[in-house]
């Protein structure tokens, strides 16, 4: 979840999340936590064995996957298309 609190007190929140499976036993060594083993949905290899960019980067240098990549995206989204 993200959040602008901008100074005329409006405020823009949003979520983001991104379905995968657990697999079990884990797989690669980057990130933290569950990121080796989780799987996200249409892939073929865990957040543990994929870079920070390919996980969190946007297009079109990365692939956007994660939850906070997704609601960097909606958020930009908003706060674009309040002006």
């Known amino acids: 979840a993200l ?11 949003v979520e ?13 060594s980057a990130g933290f936590g569950y990121d080796p083993m989780f799987l996200p949905e249409g892939h073929d290899r865990t957040f543990g064995e994929m870079t920070s960019l390919e996980k ?18 909606k958020l930009a989204e908003i706060c674009l298309d309040q002006r």
């Open 3 to 13: 959040c602008v609190a901008w100074p005329d007190v409006h405020v823009e929140e």
């Open 16 to 28: 983001a999340r991104v379905d995968g499976t657990l697999v079990w036993p884990p797989r690669g």
């Open 56 to 73: 969190h980067g946007l297009p079109p240098l990365g692939l956007g996957l994660s939850h906070r990549a997704r609601a960097f995206v």
